[in-house]
Each structure stands twice: as structure tokens, then as C-alpha cells.
């Protein structure tokens, strides 16, 4: 087994190529995530998704065009039942979601479907694989639909949540959505109201 510490047990430093820069093997091999739901989750849980456009810091999402097309096939999952996003903000260079899944769809195969369709029929270049998170709680939920909407803000693009207009909320547009979570509501200020 190759150590990778030095004599004073500090980590090694990285391998440099000829040039000078970092050479492939210097690089940390990337964790494989997996997105199998158990079987425990309810049916129509809610998770929050981030999906990375590649490369990053390139504006492919932020485009009145691309977004009015990432919308619509948004749309086309909700009507064939794959899906049912409650929220979904389109930054630049990446896309955060509050999706549900019914338990019939696999939420990794669903994604794929999504991000191959866009990539031909949109040009969005996105990277491999994406991040997920099941929301366990009402409180979970109002944190994270918070950071979703401040997430322009943070960025330093607007100076206030509601002057994004790359978001999307979901309405109740498929007879089949399951309720998500009791007492679900969506208050006026477009975050989940309390009980």
C-alpha cells in the first residue's frame, strides 16, 4: 500500500508535471455518489438537487432562451409523471432544485433523462453526475428553499432574491403529486409557511 504522507507525516505534496502545473495523478479521484432511494422513503419525498454545468463559471443557464426551454421540458417530466419540482432557480453556471419523485421513478435515471434531453436540445454542457439531499422536515425544507433563493444574492448578481427571474415554482400541475408534507403551504414571500 502506497503512503501518501511524508517523513513528518504531512501529506505529501502534490506531483507537478513539466510545466509546472498539476499533473492528472496529483488531482484527488473523485467520490462515485450514489443515488438509490431506500425503500423506507415515502413516496413523493423532497430533495434538494444541485446540478453543475460544466465548464463551471460559464453563463449557460441564465439566458431568458434557455430557461424557457430548461422550463418547458420541466413541464413535459411534471405531465408524464416523473416528477414534480416545487422549486427550481437556474443560476449561471449551475441549477437548484426541490424536486419529489414518485416512488415508481428512479431519481437518478430521471435526472440523466433530463440533463441528456437539455444537453442536445438546449446545448447545456452539464457535468457528471449532481448532488442530492432528501429533505427530512418542514424545517429542512424553509432552510433550504432560503438558500436556493438568496443563492443570487450571495453570488452578487441581484440585490435582492425577488429581482432573479431564472426561478421557477411549482404549481400543482399533475392529478397524481402526492401530499409532500402535512400542512405544505407556500407562503407570499415564496417560502414554506409554517404549520
Known amino acids: 500500500m502506497k ?18 502545473a498539476l499533473g492528472e495523478s496529483a488531482l484527488p479521484k473523485r467520490k462515485c455518489l450514489f443515488h438509490d432511494v431506500p425503500p423506507w422513503v415515502p413516496d413523493g419525498a423532497t430533495f434538494f ?3 453543475n454545468c460544466l465548464p463551471r463559471g460559464q453563463n449557460q443557464l441564465a439566458v431568458p432562451a434557455a430557461v424557457e426551454a430548461l422550463v418547458e421540458s420541466l413541464v413535459v417530466r411534471i405531465e408524464k409523471g ?6 427550481m432557480l437556474f443560476m449561471p ?37 449532481f448532488f ?4 427530512r422536515n418542514e424545517a429542512s425544507l424553509a432552510e433550504k428553499w432560503n438558500y436556493i433563493v438568496q443563492n443570487p444574492v450571495r453570488a452578487g448578481l441581484v440585490t435582492s432574491a425577488e429581482e432573479w ?26 417560502t414554506p409557511s409554517g404549520p
Open 165 to 190: 427571474s431564472y426561478v421557477w415554482s411549482g404549481k400543482d400541475v399533475s392529478p397524481k403529486r402526492p401530499e409532500l408534507i402535512s400542512g405544505d403551504r407556500i407562503g407570499r414571500d415564496r
Open 82 to 87: 416523473q416528477w414534480w419540482p416545487r422549486l
Open 132 to 135: 442530492d439531499h432528501r429533505i
Open 93 to 129: 453556471d449551475h441549477v437548484h432544485g426541490l424536486i419529489c419523485f414518485p416512488s415508481d421513478q428512479d431519481l437518478q435515471r430521471v435526472i440523466s433523462d433530463w440533463k441528456r434531453y437539455t444537453s442536445r436540445h438546449v446545448s447545456i454542457h452539464w457535468q457528471r453526475d
Open 49 to 51: 438537487i444541485t446540478i
Open 3 to 20: 503512503n501518501d504522507l511524508g517523513r513528518d507525516v504531512s501529506p505529501k505534496r502534490p506531483k507537478l508535471d513539466e510545466n509546472g
